[in-house]
């Protein structure tokens, strides 16, 4: 059982500014598919809406890595310094469905070394992000070369 000392943090929250509020709501709640966990609004107009993305974790990659991955990915250096990857169950259709409501694809769903089927796509609110489906288990990844837990 894990306790609340072994794991001081309890979520990770992404904040994004949207300068098209309604547009970026539209396209990661309606059509990427994250639910609606709460909205708020304030004086002046100020609005959020926080989302549901499941289970969340922090990606550290050296430079070396993160060259790798864009070539890997879109066979060029693409990704600014921070990169949101949305896992699902259908990479295809699923980055079919965003460039349909405005995102703009900037490379096709690519199997990857690491076994998963990866899509790059410039999105609402400025994000470039991942569409990643699995297409290993974590025991078989982790018998690839390269792939374990550093210690």
Do not use: C
């Amino acid at each position: 059982m894990t306790t609340h000392q072994e794991h001081p943090v309890r979520q990770l929250r992404l904040v994004v500014e949207a300068d098209d509020y309604e547009a970026a709501l539209a396209f990661y709640r309606d059509v990427l598919g994250l639910p609606e966990q709460a909205a708020f609004s304030g004086d002046g107009g100020a609005r959020v809406a926080i989302l549901d993305a499941g289970r969340a974790t922090l990606e550290i990659a050296n430079p070396a890595q993160k060259t790798m991955i864009d070539d890997v990915e879109v066979g060029r250096q693409v990704a600014p310094r921070l990169r949101v990857a949305f896992e699902v169950d259908d990479a295809e259709q699923t980055t079919h469905r965003l460039v349909e409501a405005g995102a703009e694809e900037v490379a096709p769903p690519t199997v990857t070394p690491w076994r998963s089927l990866n899509a790059r796509l410039d999105a609402p609110a400025g994000l470039h992000i991942t569409i990643f489906q699995e297409l290993s288990t974590p025991q078989e990844r982790e018998q690839l070369d390269g792939f374990g837990k550093q210690t």
